[in-house]
């Protein structure tokens, strides 16, 4: 399964680029979540499932140039892209990985991590909610835990963009006879994602939640901290 989304997703690394970064109203969706994470200049922050390296810019104006940023994919296509993205920030940092077993430094893991984002990532993951208690452990006692997914939208107007939802999460579900005829993607989508979220809210001891793009997008933002 790995090796077929890293064959799926690479073959379309050009497409999902230009998806990631011309969507209307992405670069204010990916500012906001860069937000979310409660960083300061010098913090370091590391995005789970960086993709092509959309949210890694924003992500180096919240840490500003003293600051840490560490993105982790594990398709190399993909990557190579986020490295052209950075290639002129020496504080940003792409590795090849698994966001559920980060390639992170034991230094970094021992309370040096001020946040992790993780942008439509955990509806990939097996175990979406034991991936969210890694990351919390991942980070310092007073850390951020930021989630961004995409999941069918429960505003008045869901129906017509629900459809077009449902038609999307199709087109860019790896193309396997068993992932897509033993159930619905969309259903086991929004089951991974609900099931992220809630173990994030259960963790944190201050939680802002919002929805965007028509109430398609959820953005938890989970402190693990006390609150202040």
Same mark, same amino acid.
């Given at each position: 399964?790995?090796? =077929?989304?890293? =064959?799926?997703?690479?073959?379309?690394?050009?497409?999902?680029?230009?998806?990631?970064?011309?969507?209307?109203?992405?670069?204010?969706?990916?500012?906001?979540?860069?937000?979310?994470?409660?960083?300061?200049?010098?913090?370091?922050?590391? =995005?789970?499932?960086?993709?092509?390296?959309?949210?890694?810019?924003?992500?180096?104006?919240?840490?500003?140039?003293?600051?840490?940023?560490?993105?982790?994919?594990?398709?190399?296509?993909?990557?190579?892209?986020?490295?052209?993205?950075?290639?002129?920030?020496?504080?940003?940092?792409?590795?090849?990985?698994?966001? #559920?077993?980060?390639?992170?430094?034991? #230094?970094?893991?021992?309370?040096?991590?001020?946040?992790?984002?993780?942008?439509?990532?955990?509806?990939?993951?097996?175990?979406?909610?034991?991936?969210?208690?890694?990351?919390?452990?991942?980070?310092?006692?007073?850390?951020?835990?930021?989630?961004?997914?995409?999941?069918?939208?429960?505003?008045?107007?869901?129906?017509?963009?629900?459809?077009?939802?449902?038609?999307?999460?199709?087109?860019?579900?790896?193309?396997?006879?068993?992932?897509?005829?033993?159930?619905?993607?969309?259903?086991?989508? =929004?089951?991974?994602?609900?099931?992220?979220?809630?173990?994030?809210?259960?963790?944190?001891?201050?939680?802002?939640?919002?929805?965007?793009?028509?109430?398609?997008?959820?953005?938890?933002?989970?402190?693990?901290?006390?609150?202040?």
């Amino acid at each position: 399964m790995a090796t =077929e989304s890293q =064959e799926f997703y690479g073959r379309w690394a050009r497409l999902y680029d230009l998806i990631a970064r011309r969507t209307p109203g992405i670069a204010r969706l990916r500012r906001r979540a860069a937000a979310a994470c409660r960083l300061e200049s010098g913090d370091t922050v590391v =995005e789970m499932g960086c993709g092509t390296g959309a949210n890694l810019p924003f992500l180096r104006e919240q840490v500003g140039p003293e600051g840490t940023v560490i993105g982790i994919d594990f398709t190399r296509p993909v990557l190579e892209r986020a490295r052209a993205v950075t290639a002129n920030y020496d504080n940003v940092h792409v590795l090849q990985g698994d966001a #559920t077993q980060p390639p992170i430094e034991p #230094t970094l893991a021992d309370g040096e991590i001020d946040a992790v984002l993780a942008t439509f990532v955990v509806g990939m993951l097996a175990e979406p909610a034991g991936a969210v208690d890694d990351w919390c452990d991942l980070v310092g006692p007073d850390g951020t835990v930021v989630l961004a997914n995409a999941a069918p939208s429960q505003e008045w107007y869901a129906p017509p963009v629900n459809a077009v939802f449902r038609a999307i999460v199709v087109l860019s579900t790896p193309p396997t006879t068993q992932l897509r005829y033993e159930d619905e993607p969309h259903r086991r989508l =929004e089951q991974k994602i609900d099931a992220a979220h809630t173990r994030l809210r259960e963790r944190a001891a201050a939680v802002a939640d919002e929805t965007h793009v028509f109430g398609v997008v959820r953005l938890t933002g989970g402190q693990l901290g006390r609150p202040s």
